[in-house]
Protein backbone atom coordinates (compact mmCIF):
# COMPACT_ATOMS: atom_id res chain seq x y z
CA UNK A 1 0.00 0.00 0.00
CA UNK A 2 3.02 2.30 0.57
CA UNK A 3 4.33 2.30 -3.28
CA UNK A 4 0.32 3.04 -3.91
CA UNK A 5 0.70 6.50 -1.69
CA UNK A 6 4.43 7.01 -2.71
CA UNK A 7 3.37 6.89 -6.26
CA UNK A 8 -0.04 9.00 -5.92
CA UNK A 9 2.26 11.78 -4.32
CA UNK A 10 4.73 11.99 -6.72
CA UNK A 11 2.13 12.35 -9.72
CA UNK A 12 0.50 14.87 -8.29
CA UNK A 13 3.75 16.93 -7.58
CA UNK A 14 4.50 16.48 -10.81
CA UNK A 15 1.70 17.13 -12.63
CA UNK A 16 0.75 20.37 -10.63
CA UNK A 17 3.49 23.09 -12.32
CA UNK A 18 1.28 22.03 -15.71
CA UNK A 19 -2.07 23.18 -14.01
CA UNK A 20 -0.40 26.42 -13.74
CA UNK A 21 1.33 27.13 -16.66
CA UNK A 22 -0.88 29.01 -19.72
CA UNK A 23 -0.32 30.62 -22.69
CA UNK A 24 1.63 33.89 -23.20
CA UNK A 25 -0.80 36.86 -24.25
CA UNK A 26 -0.12 38.24 -27.38
CA UNK A 27 0.02 42.36 -27.01
CA UNK A 28 -1.56 44.56 -29.86
CA UNK A 29 0.57 47.02 -30.92
CA UNK A 30 -1.86 50.62 -31.27
CA UNK A 31 -2.16 52.30 -34.30
CA UNK A 32 -2.86 55.69 -32.46
CA UNK A 33 0.26 58.02 -31.82
CA UNK A 34 2.31 57.84 -28.99
CA UNK A 35 1.10 60.11 -26.14
CA UNK A 36 2.90 63.43 -25.71
CA UNK A 37 3.02 63.60 -21.98
CA UNK A 38 2.51 60.40 -19.27
CA UNK A 39 -0.10 61.19 -16.38
CA UNK A 40 2.84 60.16 -13.96
CA UNK A 41 5.98 61.69 -15.34
CA UNK A 42 6.58 65.39 -15.26
CA UNK A 43 6.37 67.44 -18.50
CA UNK A 44 9.39 67.23 -20.57
CA UNK A 45 11.69 70.70 -20.59
CA UNK A 46 11.93 72.84 -24.06
CA UNK A 47 15.81 72.50 -23.23
CA UNK A 48 17.98 70.21 -21.03
CA UNK A 49 21.60 69.14 -20.13
CA UNK A 50 22.59 65.97 -22.41
CA UNK A 51 25.81 64.15 -23.83
CA UNK A 52 25.87 63.47 -27.31
CA UNK A 53 27.66 59.94 -27.09
CA UNK A 54 28.01 59.38 -30.81
CA UNK A 55 26.13 57.86 -34.04
CA UNK A 56 25.12 60.90 -35.93
CA UNK A 57 27.29 61.08 -39.48
CA UNK A 58 30.73 63.49 -38.85
CA UNK A 59 30.70 63.63 -35.40
CA UNK A 60 33.05 61.14 -33.71
CA UNK A 61 33.30 62.48 -30.06
CA UNK A 62 31.25 62.63 -27.04
CA UNK A 63 29.92 66.14 -26.50
CA UNK A 64 28.46 67.85 -23.31
CA UNK A 65 25.48 70.59 -24.47
CA UNK A 66 22.26 70.27 -24.12
CA UNK A 67 19.56 69.26 -26.22
CA UNK A 68 16.35 71.49 -27.25
CA UNK A 69 12.88 70.75 -29.41
CA UNK A 70 12.71 73.35 -31.52
CA UNK A 71 8.73 73.20 -32.39
CA UNK A 72 8.85 76.31 -34.70
CA UNK A 73 11.55 74.41 -36.87
CA UNK A 74 10.19 71.15 -36.28
CA UNK A 75 13.17 68.97 -35.13
CA UNK A 76 15.74 68.24 -31.98
CA UNK A 77 18.90 70.37 -32.05
CA UNK A 78 22.04 69.07 -30.18
CA UNK A 79 24.21 71.98 -29.11
CA UNK A 80 28.10 72.10 -27.40
CA UNK A 81 28.71 74.11 -24.27
CA UNK A 82 29.47 77.12 -26.43
CA UNK A 83 25.76 77.03 -27.94
CA UNK A 84 27.01 75.62 -31.62
CA UNK A 85 24.86 73.75 -33.47
CA UNK A 86 26.05 69.91 -33.75
CA UNK A 87 22.97 67.72 -34.51
CA UNK A 88 19.82 68.48 -35.65
CA UNK A 89 17.07 65.82 -36.37
CA UNK A 90 13.98 66.82 -37.76
CA UNK A 91 11.36 65.33 -36.12
CA UNK A 92 9.64 63.45 -39.73
CA UNK A 93 13.58 61.65 -40.10
CA UNK A 94 12.90 60.52 -36.67
CA UNK A 95 12.08 56.73 -37.34
CA UNK A 96 12.58 54.94 -33.86
CA UNK A 97 12.83 56.16 -30.76
CA UNK A 98 13.40 53.95 -27.30
CA UNK A 99 15.25 54.99 -23.60
CA UNK A 100 17.94 52.73 -22.46
CA UNK A 101 19.79 52.46 -19.12
CA UNK A 102 22.77 50.97 -18.04
CA UNK A 103 25.26 50.35 -14.69
CA UNK A 104 28.11 51.48 -14.98
CA UNK A 105 31.48 51.69 -13.04
CA UNK A 106 32.41 55.04 -12.42
CA UNK A 107 36.31 56.16 -13.01
CA UNK A 108 36.68 56.06 -9.46
CA UNK A 109 35.42 53.02 -8.83
CA UNK A 110 37.75 51.73 -11.57
CA UNK A 111 40.63 53.06 -10.15
CA UNK A 112 40.50 51.73 -6.85
CA UNK A 113 39.46 48.26 -7.71
CA UNK A 114 42.96 48.26 -9.75
CA UNK A 115 45.17 49.56 -6.64
CA UNK A 116 46.64 46.30 -4.64
CA UNK A 117 45.25 46.96 -1.35
CA UNK A 118 42.15 45.32 1.11
CA UNK A 119 40.04 47.92 -0.64
CA UNK A 120 40.34 46.98 -4.00
CA UNK A 121 37.52 44.29 -3.87
CA UNK A 122 34.49 46.42 -2.42
CA UNK A 123 35.55 49.05 -5.56
CA UNK A 124 34.52 45.91 -7.85
CA UNK A 125 30.85 46.27 -6.74
CA UNK A 126 30.12 49.95 -6.88
CA UNK A 127 27.96 50.93 -9.78
CA UNK A 128 25.43 53.34 -11.12
CA UNK A 129 22.75 54.00 -13.46
CA UNK A 130 23.19 55.97 -16.42
CA UNK A 131 20.04 56.65 -18.95
CA UNK A 132 19.75 56.76 -22.54
CA UNK A 133 17.89 58.04 -25.05
CA UNK A 134 18.40 56.83 -27.99
CA UNK A 135 17.24 57.69 -31.35
CA UNK A 136 16.99 56.47 -35.21
CA UNK A 137 16.55 58.23 -37.89
CA UNK A 138 16.52 58.46 -41.65
CA UNK A 139 16.26 62.10 -43.34
CA UNK A 140 14.90 61.56 -47.33
CA UNK A 141 16.19 65.17 -47.82
CA UNK A 142 20.08 64.30 -47.50
CA UNK A 143 19.15 60.38 -47.62
CA UNK A 144 21.43 59.72 -44.81
CA UNK A 145 20.46 57.59 -41.71
CA UNK A 146 21.92 56.31 -38.40
CA UNK A 147 21.02 55.76 -34.78
CA UNK A 148 22.82 58.28 -32.21
CA UNK A 149 22.49 58.24 -28.68
CA UNK A 150 22.36 61.32 -26.19
CA UNK A 151 23.04 60.97 -22.41
CA UNK A 152 20.42 62.49 -20.03
CA UNK A 153 20.36 63.01 -16.10
CA UNK A 154 17.79 60.75 -15.02
CA UNK A 155 15.32 58.21 -15.90
CA UNK A 156 12.11 60.42 -15.25
CA UNK A 157 13.56 63.18 -17.45
CA UNK A 158 14.36 60.29 -19.79
CA UNK A 159 10.95 59.04 -20.03
CA UNK A 160 9.37 62.48 -20.39
CA UNK A 161 11.93 63.59 -23.40
CA UNK A 162 10.77 60.10 -24.95
CA UNK A 163 7.50 60.62 -24.37
CA UNK A 164 7.70 64.12 -25.95
CA UNK A 165 10.00 63.09 -28.69
CA UNK A 166 7.63 60.46 -29.90
CA UNK A 167 4.79 62.53 -30.09
CA UNK A 168 6.50 64.92 -32.06
CA UNK A 169 7.72 62.67 -34.43
CA UNK A 170 4.36 60.39 -34.90
CA UNK A 171 5.66 57.23 -33.40
CA UNK A 172 3.84 54.86 -32.21
CA UNK A 173 4.55 52.23 -29.22
CA UNK A 174 5.86 48.50 -29.10
CA UNK A 175 6.91 47.52 -26.43
CA UNK A 176 9.42 49.36 -24.74
CA UNK A 177 9.98 51.46 -28.20
CA UNK A 178 8.65 54.02 -30.50
CA UNK A 179 8.48 53.82 -34.40
CA UNK A 180 7.09 55.50 -37.23
CA UNK A 181 4.24 53.13 -39.00
CA UNK A 182 5.20 52.80 -42.54
Given amino acids: MKPFVLTTIVFFAVSSPVVAQRPRSVSKDSDKPAPTTSPTAAPAPTTFKAK???GAFGYNHKVNGT??????????VFRDEKQKEMVSIPYNSVTGA???THAVQPKSATIASNVPSIYSLPAHFIK????????????????VSGI?????????????????????AGLIQRGEIFVKKK
Fill in 67 to 76: LTFEDLNNRL
Fill in 148 to 168: TSFKVANSDLLNSVLLRLAGK
Fill in 52 to 54: YEG
Fill in 128 to 143: TKVQYLTIQYSDPDSN
Fill in 98 to 100: YGD
